[in-house]
Nanobody
Framework: QVQLIESGGGLVHPGGSLNLSCVASGTLIYIWDMGWFRQAPGEQRELVARIVRKTDGANYSASVRGRFTMTRDVAKNAVYLQMNNLEIEDTAIYYC?????????WGQGTQVTVSS
């Protein structure tokens, strides 16, 4: 059974930083397209960053490029999202996703709140 467990969310001031973690069990993350999504209240879930399976580089949405960095640690079977210079608009529940062809797995989400 595939499980994705996120952690690292919290409350920060604008300009602050957080580092989200997603640890996988029941599978090897290297075989999946791994992504971070977020969903703000009343909004659609959107892709924030993604690392395509068996590659090393990450792709980012325009809204976070230059501020967020997604990495993967194969030895720890985990992906991370380092979020710097956070803005109020980054407030959302952040979800880890493993996807390949028609199969997708989601974590339970971790709340990120950016507020002054």
């Amino acid at each position: 059974q595939v499980q994705l467990i996120e952690s690292g969310g919290g409350l920060v001031h604008p300009g602050g930083s957080l580092n989200l973690s997603c640890v996988a069990s029941g599978t090897l993350i290297y075989i999946w397209d791994m992504g971070w999504f977020r969903q703000a209240p009343g909004e659609q879930r959107e892709l924030v960053a993604r690392i395509v399976r068996k590659t090393d580089g990450a792709n980012y949405s325009a809204s976070v490029r230059g501020r967020f960095t997604m990495t993967r640690d194969v030895a720890k079977n985990a992906v991370y999202l380092q979020m710097n210079n956070l803005e109020i608009e980054d407030t959302a529940i952040y979800y880890c996703n493993a996807n390949y062809l028609s199969t997708a797995h989601w974590g339970q989400g971790t709340q990120v709140t950016v507020s002054s």
